[in-house]
């Protein structure tokens, strides 16, 4: 059973749409949460990051941490095409030299 | 512009021979990593340095090398040793040590066994 684990989608919904993109883990030693946006052949940009339990807003993008359930969500509020990516989520613990441990992605294609 | 510079966009090898993938931050980061990409399986880490001519193995090292004689900079070798090279590789860096700072990617290089 792997550490983080991520639907693959893909996951297809209208313009304007509420997406929800969620990651559960199993090491309860996870204290930073982040999550990745990616472009087709590019680099992984961050998007959000979250240290222990809680929610964090920015813009349209919403970060929740539930540790008691090992459960991390991602929701983007009134979804554009531009948001259409791969979206990675990602985790470490201190004593680990940051070595993040990251879920396999969800593709999300918004249309119009 | 401050940031992460991978080169070759994209590479062709044969096989049995050895490649090297240059990585060059300006950030000032003390700690740089590299990361294999392939399909369906996320980013796995091959190896990492926290600070200048030192560095460790991580998850995926067996058939990769790397050097890190300067701040700014962390080769990675991929040697004829790695039986399944094709991959998209990411450099990225983190100023500090602490496990809460900040990760950033460079936009990558793809890799390909001919």
């Known amino acids: 059973q792997k550490e983080v684990e991520q639907d693959p989608g893909p996951l297809s919904v209208p313009e304007g749409a509420i997406v929800s993109l969620n990651c559960t883990y199993s090491?309860?030693?996870?204290?930073?949460f982040m999550w990745y946006r990616q472009y087709s052949r590019k680099g992984p940009e961050l998007l959000m990051y979250?240290?222990?339990?809680g929610n964090k807003e920015d813009g349209r993008f919403t970060a929740q941490v539930d540790k008691s359930s090992k459960y991390i969500s991602l929701f983007i509020r009134d979804s554009q095409p531009s948001d259409s990516a791969t979206y990675l989520c990602a985790m470490t613990r201190t004593g680990t030299a940051s070595k993040l441990t990251f879920g396999t992605g969800t593709r999300l294609q918004v249309t119009l | 512009d401050g940031g992460i510079t991978q080169s070759p966009k994209y590479l062709f090898r044969k096989e049995g021979q050895n490649v090297t993938l240059s990585c060059e931050q300006n950030l000032n980061h003390d700690a740089m990593y590299w990361y294999r990409q392939d399909p369906g399986q996320g980013l796995r880490l091959i190896y990492y340095s926290q600070i200048v001519n030192d560095f460790q193995k991580g998850d995926i090292a067996e058939g990769y090398s790397v050097s890190r004689e300067k701040k700014e900079s962390f080769p990675l070798t991929v040697t004829s040793a790695q039986k399944n090279p094709t991959a998209f590789y990411l450099c990225a860096s983190k100023t500090g040590s602490k496990a809460g700072n900040t990760i950033y990617f460079g936009e990558g290089s793809w890799l390909t066994v001919v």
């Open positions: 090491n309860s030693a996870f204290q930073y």
């Open positions: 979250t240290y222990s339990s």
